[in-house]
């Protein structure tokens, strides 16, 4: 078979153009890599996130451990879980069944509100009653506060906030002890209550009594 002129030199143009072709691909560049500058932009942002955390973990744990000062009290109806572990032998498990309950039941009124809660005993209780900030107890009546004398066994925390030198938490603590230890015998049992001691005993010896 016999190739003319012309057909050869077409030949040699598509195989010239074939090869321009593959050296063109040859030197075509890859897909670029991934800037370096984003990736590590993003390593140092997820490292400030950990390391924040981590700062605000600790300082939550601080915070919690620090006790309570002698004069510091807690509202628990806003204190947080993590607030309410400052208060003596309450533990995260007890705190946040606290912050559920007023969840589920309302605020806390009084001394008696918080003793509901699961866990709570009076020993408890009595231990924590000087820490709380808990709503005034309503305003006792003036006939209640003219009478002659208030029966420890029977009155509410109400009632025995009428006595002498006896404010609400107080109060509260003599119910609370009155229901785990049982009737007061005599006033000067009174003493036995924390918080209450033998001069409290005789500026309010005037106004109670202990009935069997």
């Not at 510091?72 to 204190?79: G, H, V």
């Not at 032998?89 to 559920?100: F, K, S, T």
């Amino acid at each position: 078979m016999s190739v003319t002129p012309q057909e050869r030199l077409a030949l040699g143009v598509v195989a010239l153009l074939l090869a321009a072709g593959a050296g063109a691909r040859a030197l075509r560049p890859g897909p670029a890599p991934a800037s370096w500058s984003a990736s590590a932009s993003r390593d140092a942002a997820a490292g400030a996130r950990v390391r924040s955390a981590t700062a605000d973990s600790v300082q939550r744990n601080e915070h919690r451990a620090r006790p309570l000062a002698a004069d510091e009290r807690l509202d628990p109806n806003t204190a947080p879980a993590d607030e309410l572990q400052r208060l003596p032998r309450v533990g995260p498990a007890l705190a946040e069944r606290i912050v559920a309950w007023r969840a589920s039941h309302g605020p806390f009124r009084s001394l008696a509100g918080i003793d509901s809660v699961p866990g709570i005993g009076p020993s408890l209780l009595a231990g924590i009653a000087p820490h709380l900030a808990l709503p005034a107890a309503p305003a006792v009546a003036k006939s209640m506060r003219s009478q002659a004398s208030i029966d420890l066994n029977t009155a509410s925390a109400a009632e025995l906030d009428a006595l002498p030198g006896i404010g609400p938490a107080l109060a509260e603590r003599v119910v609370a002890y009155r229901a785990e230890h049982g009737r007061f015998r005599t006033v000067d049992e009174l003493a036995k209550v924390p918080g209450i001691g033998p001069s409290l005993v005789s500026r309010v010896r005037a106004r109670a009594r202990a009935t069997p």
